[in-house]
């Protein structure tokens, strides 16, 4: 077989295979290049998701005549300095978006340099670049971009429908707009404006929130902790939800290592560890995190979408990453997501409650105003509450607002007419118990409903954890040891090399075979547990988040499993003290505002929404 010389042209096709993967990639490659030039305003107009037009217009320093005809061609830049090749302080640097995007497209560059009284164009088509000549523009650099693909048509067949295509768009610009809060951005698609965010001004912090404001909304950044931790070596800042904020998808998490925007496992990992005491393994929290580092301890060159690192220190890195959103956390730690009670209080004023309210007036017709509506209702509360307290039983005549006998519910007579002393704390006094699960408390402001499982899940998660750092968790001996095969004999290995940190946990184990593991002991607060489910849980564990597992990563996950066992069940009556004593015991423990898996332990009213609902206010 001959061995041949490829031409540039076919070169520029095969390189441009691994830049440009779909309309999203043109986006932001020459978005990138629009921030490097220090533009503060950027436009982006896009036709069927991409695939037959993407204009880009910017303000930024522009390009003399001489460095459009240079800046088309393969690997060249203005943004590496070559005695330092690790020293990358810009988005660009490999010197190869223009020239793979003229490659397989019609392109058209029109640029006029900052100072210059003259703009000039060039176009590259399919990779055949044409002279620069006059032309007429403003400051900056408009890069139009038609009939992607047009010279690979293969590859057109891997693009997904528009719709999925408009998506990636989207949220590529979505992702620089994060990170440049200075920059407006526009992206219209088939003449309608679908995306815009303003030019934030001021310290970089003010900027930040404002922007986030703008793409992810008040409801995210009210309900976020703060992350600021710094040394010598590392920056991490931006904002976390709580754990209550959550969704059971990853694509609210935007992680930038020095402004750039990444798609990095170690990060996706950190987060995940840092949350794994607070969230459900199938629920992901909100977040928007800025990483600093030397550019010496990171390499950015590992793909040519530079969307992946490479780290100096991983483990450093990611220590550092989920100590900084633990202590954010942490600070925040008795707060439950406002959106919680917002989406209660909104189900009020569905179609339901619209029937139940038209359904009163129908039982009251000679009430034809509001006035007299209003006192229709407070008269039929006022009787039924008079004739509870004669009669001390959860039992409703027959009225409005029912014709059955309600659910069985408890609201003593001594927690009605007691003296209000808990009133003023933070989670109130306890009023009822209703289906015997939910705890009704009343503040100076406002009502809460309490998951009493799910409150008391959290109080005895945390208590075995600090009997685990107390070293008081008592083994006991198993009477037949348990030999259980895992799939993969270095899963075995890896669970194995964890021997003596589960051993300080009550859990002991042997290596057994390749593929097996033989358990001796547990703890003796599991009681009867299955160990198989609990090993083969811990493997998988330990295989995806990887044998440098900390002890206390390790130690939240394994706790997780059995805490629920000990907690108080929904269907158990509570008198008024326990009620009370469980509201307290909340108080005073750190993430109780959600249970281990990241639910809401409590939801809370506040009496101007509930007086809302009824036209009080």
Known sequence: MLIKFLSNTTISRIAAGEVIERPASVIKELVENSIDAGSDNIDITIENAGKNLIIIADNGCGMSPQDLEIAVQRHTTSKLDESDLLNIHTFGFRGEALPSIGSISRMTITSKAAGSDKAYQIQVIGGEVQGSKPAVHNDGTTIEIRDLFFATPARLKFLRSDKTELAACVEVVKKIALSHPGVSFTLQHNGKNIFKVRKQDGARENQLKGRIVEIL?????????????????????GYTSIPTLNKATKDEQFLFINN??????LLYVSLRVAYQDYLARDRHPYSVIFLEISPHFVDVNVHP????????????????????????????????SSTI????LGFFNSNNSNRTFNSLQQAAPSHNNYGNYKNFAENAYVSNFSFLKQNKEPIFQDNIFSNKIAPSTKIEEEIILSSNENINFRLGAAKAQFHSTYII?????????????AAHERLGYEK????IKRNSLIKQRLLIPEIIELSTDHKAELLYI??????????????????SII?????????????????????DYISEIGEDIKLTELIEHVTETYACHYSVRAGRVLNTHEMNELLRQMEQTSFSGQCNHGRPTYIELKLKDIEKLFGRI
């Open 305 to 336: 979408a530079k969307s992946e690192v490479r780290f100096h220190d991983p483990n450093m890195v990611r220590n550092f990453i989920i100590h900084a959103i633990k202590n954010a956390l942490s600070e925040n730690s008795q707060k439950v």
């Open 519 to 539: 358990v001796s002991e547990t703890p003796s607060l599991l009681g009867d547990i299955n160990v198989k489910d609990l090993i083969l849980d811990l493997a």
């Open 341 to 344: 009670g917002a989406t209660a």
């Open 441 to 453: 408390s009343q503040t100076n402001d406002s009502i809460i409903i309490i998951d009493q499982h």
């Open 464 to 467: 075995i954890k600090e009997n």
């Open 260 to 265: 750039r925007p990444v798609k990095d496992s």
């Open 498 to 515: 964890k021997s003596a940190e589960l051993s300080e946990m009550g859990l002991t184990i042997e290596k057994f075979g390749e593929k």
């Open 217 to 237: 909304g008040e409801d995210f950044i009210n309900n976020a902790a703060l992350i600021d931790l710094n040394n010598s070596d590392l920056i991490v800042k």
